[in-house]
């Protein structure tokens, strides 16, 4: 079964070091995400990314975060400066069509020193 | 908003025995309502997903879950559990086109007695 694939598993960065997170979606999936999860804390959305764009971001999702599709199969999310408070684990998700669920990643953990 | 609530954050249960995790919900419209499962070192994988239609919907592995408007609950059953099902399981809500951003609980851990 096609599957979401998420590089690296783990990731450290030292506090306002750049990290890009990578994905490659579902080869046919249409509708790319990402969320988070800070250790002990709920999943929460970040952005959602459609026909080359952004379709709806959080509040979380400022202007140190940026995602971006440079060819047709990697979905990107760059942090630029990271803090501490960046740290946590990060899921990539895709879907194909209107009314169809989301497939998940297994996560980036990322780690800010 | 929506918001999720899973009441239960960690539930022990005997292997072969059933289970039933608890989700409720706050959404204004009709909700699209789903279950998560994460095995440590993994994603989450899809169980189940309510859009519409029959309030009862069977999922992967056995389980299944039941849409009570008048409740405003999504709850997650299993017959008979296996040692494998020991997990942590995510309810999720849908929001925007066909629940396009899901906004989730915050999770019940499962462990499983031999």
């Known amino acids: 079964e096609p599957e979401v694939t998420q590089t690296p598993s783990h990731q450290v960065t030292q506090m306002g070091q750049e990290v890009i997170l990578r994905c490659v979606p579902i080869?046919?999936?249409?509708?790319f995400y990402w969320y988070r999860q800070i250790l002990g804390q709920k999943v929460e959305f970040l952005v959602s990314f459609y026909n080359n764009e952004i379709s709806e971001k959080s509040e979380i999702f400022d202007d140190q975060f940026s995602v971006e599709r440079p060819d047709g199969s990697n979905f990107t999310l760059k942090i630029r400066s990271t803090k501490l408070e960046d740290s946590a684990m990060y899921f990539c998700?895709?879907?194909?069509?209107?009314?169809?669920?989301?497939?998940f990643g297994n996560g980036t953990r990322l780690t800010v020193t | 908003a929506q918001s999720v609530t899973q009441p239960d954050i960690h539930i022990t249960v005997s292997e072969g025995a059933s289970l039933e995790l608890r989700c409720n919900y706050s959404?204004?419209?009709?909700?699209?309502l789903f279950w998560y499962v994460q095995s440590p070192g993994q994603g989450l994988q899809l169980l189940l997903k309510y859009f519409s239609g029959d309030t009862l919907v069977q999922g992967i592995k056995g389980f299944e879950a039941e849409f009570k408007r008048s409740q405003s609950s999504f709850n997650l059953r299993k017959p008979s559990v296996h040692w494998s099902d020991a997990a942590e399981y995510f309810c999720?809500?849908?929001?925007?086109?066909?629940?396009?951003?899901?906004?989730f609980g915050g999770g019940t851990r499962v462990l499983v007695k031999p």
């Open positions: 999720a809500v849908g929001a925007g086109a066909a629940g396009n951003k899901l906004t």
């Open positions: 998700a895709s879907r194909t069509l209107y009314n169809s669920p989301l497939h």
């Open positions: 959404y204004g419209a009709t909700p699209y």
């Open positions: 080869s046919n999936h249409l509708y």
